[in-house]
């Protein structure tokens, strides 16, 4: 079995800045891909970011330049730092990661989700 587990989040001003971490623990051989995912009142769940286990990104358009992703594969987390925040990127964000407890299996896991309010 996998947990991931987030960390960070909170209230945020527009304009600063918040940092969100997520750590997997488990049986863990190794890990693919790595993505945050928001969920804002009455929408559906949309990608924020993704990293490959090479270290290649993906961003939504609407956070390119402000957000960045980040992996440490000997720690097992992937961190999302939040710059310039606006209100609409208020949501409950969501870490996933692709686990491979195999070489030859692999899943899906979420995290429990983590509140991140931006408001002056």
């Known amino acids: 079995q996998v947990q991931l587990v987030e960390s960070g989040g909170g209230l945020g001003q527009p304009g600063g800045s918040l940092r969100l971490s997520c750590a997997a623990s488990?049986?863990?051989?190794?890990?693919?891909?790595m993505a945050w995912y928001r969920q804002a009142p009455g929408k559906q769940r949309d990608l924020v970011a993704a990293?490959?286990?090479?270290?290649?990104?993906t961003y939504a358009d609407s956070v390119k330049g402000r957000f960045t992703i980040s992996r440490d594969n000997a720690k097992k987390t992937v961190d999302l730092q939040m710059n310039s925040l606006k209100p609409e990127d208020t949501a409950v964000y969501y870490c996933?990661?692709?686990?491979?407890?195999?070489?030859?299996?692999?899943?899906?896991?979420w995290g429990q989700g983590t509140q991140v309010t931006v408001s002056s």
């Open positions: 996933s990661m692709t686990v491979r407890p195999t070489i030859w299996k692999k899943d899906d896991y």
């Open positions: 990293i490959t286990s090479s270290g290649s990104t």
């Open positions: 488990g049986s863990i051989f190794v890990i693919d891909g």
